[in-house]
């Protein structure tokens, strides 16, 4: 019999109504440069704190009680400038970056990295970035590359953070469907 499998992050989720437009309007004006790329869903905005791939149900469990032991007060975290993995010359990756709020989230990420190391997780390849993925490039084009540049400081808004959650991840041709497995609230 072979174990499940559950391909599955933590994340902070994006759901402020004005922020979400915001960020809906960024996409629509990408739109505008004739690149080719796949936006965000609205529905499925978020700030990964941590990619954990496919894992076993056991290891989800071991994951819960990481989570469940973390204690984080709410907090305001900025979402402001946009960005590119690898580089905003070479977009593959379009990103919201964070302000104000940015150590809290980094916090919170060190705290679950360390017991995740812990548990037999190996070492992220790269140093956390927080930020919010809002597309991914198939086609970069000149004026993409303009419109990145020219607004590396954009001003998105603000979102409450009072929750971390442990998101399971279905692939499907249409995007991806996620779902929340497990949540854990701001002690304060």
Do not use: C
Request: aromatic share 8%; net charge positive.
């Amino acid at each position: 019999m072979r174990m499940e499998r559950i391909r599955s992050f933590i994340s902070i989720d994006v759901e402020e109504g004005a922020v979400l437009d915001k960020i809906i309007r960024i996409q629509e004006d990408l739109k505008g440069t004739g690149a080719i790329f796949k936006p965000v869903e609205r529905q499925n905005i978020h700030l990964t704190i941590r990619f954990l791939g496919e894992i076993p149900m056991k290891t989800i469990e071991l994951v819960k009680e990481i989570m469940s032991k973390i204690e984080f007060s709410r907090f305001k975290l900025e979402l402001r400038g946009i960005g590119a993995f690898p580089s905003s010359s070479r977009p593959r990756v379009i990103w919201i970056g964070v302000g104000d709020g940015g150590e809290n989230v980094i916090q919170i990420y060190e705290r679950i990295e360390k017991e995740l190391r812990r548990i037999g997780f190996p070492k992220e390849r790269e140093k956390f970035v927080p930020h919010v993925t809002i597309a991914r490039v198939k086609r970069y084009t000149p004026a993409l590359i303009k419109y990145l540049r020219d607004h590396r400081d954009i001003e998105v808004g603000s979102i409450d953070v009072n929750s971390i959650r442990l998101k399971k991840s279905t692939l499907t041709s249409r995007g991806p469907i996620y779902e929340v497995l497990f949540e854990v609230h701001a002690t304060g």
